[in-house]
């Protein structure tokens, strides 16, 4: 008899999040273009749940040049107005502008510490933190190292990434470890 999968409880019922739960969500990203996908991702998620982005990942890919934040950065006023007629993505002005000005400062971040993924993972001391939840209750929506990075990333200029925001890319790319403990991705990500 195989034995019962022990999951975050926000993922279990929907194959699309228990396939990104058990693949992605809290593994370590030190990859730029990775960590410029979640970036994009997390910010067009502000006011929506995470499964909308995720059924729509895809139309991002294609969107936003697979997530190549050197060609994003060079997106003219033109291709953000074919973006707002591009029914894969989510269809938002302030979002999409964003989007181009974050792969902007994401490319100025880069000039500065090397690789983006030094300048955030600075933020939690360069290791995941890896917390004890023994219930999603106990999650919290941000943190001072969530507030902290929004705030420096805010003073850079990038735009739809506040604290909240934040917490949930430095969740999804494994600078924190919010897998509750019995969940069976908990030490895979520790």
Not at 20 to 37: L, N, R, S
Request: proline share 3%; hydrophobic share 35%; net charge positive.
């Amino acid at each position: 008899m195989a034995k019962e999968i022990i999951r975050c409880g926000w993922c279990i019922g929907k194959p699309l999040y228990e396939q990104y739960h058990a693949e992605e969500w809290g593994f370590p990203v030190y990859d730029d273009q990775k960590q410029f996908e979640f970036l994009v991702l997390e910010s067009a998620q502000a006011g929506l749940s995470w499964y909308t982005i995720l059924q729509r990942r895809e139309g991002y890919r294609k969107a936003f040049a697979n997530f190549d934040y050197k060609k994003v950065a060079k997106f003219p006023q033109s291709r953000v107005e074919e973006l707002m007629l591009d029914a894969s993505i989510i269809r938002n002005r302030l979002k999409i502008e964003a989007t181009v000005n974050n792969a902007q400062r994401f490319l100025e971040v880069q000039k500065e510490f090397g690789t983006f993924s030094k300048y955030i993972w600075s933020f939690v001391g360069g290791k995941p933190i890896v917390n004890k939840h023994e219930s999603l209750r106990s999650v919290p929506a941000t943190t001072a190292e969530s507030d902290a990075l929004a705030k420096d990333m805010k003073k850079r200029g990038f735009k739809f990434l506040g604290s909240t925001t934040l917490y949930a890319h430095m969740q999804a790319t494994g600078l924190v470890n919010d897998h509750v403990l019995d969940c069976h991705r908990y030490k895979k990500c520790k």
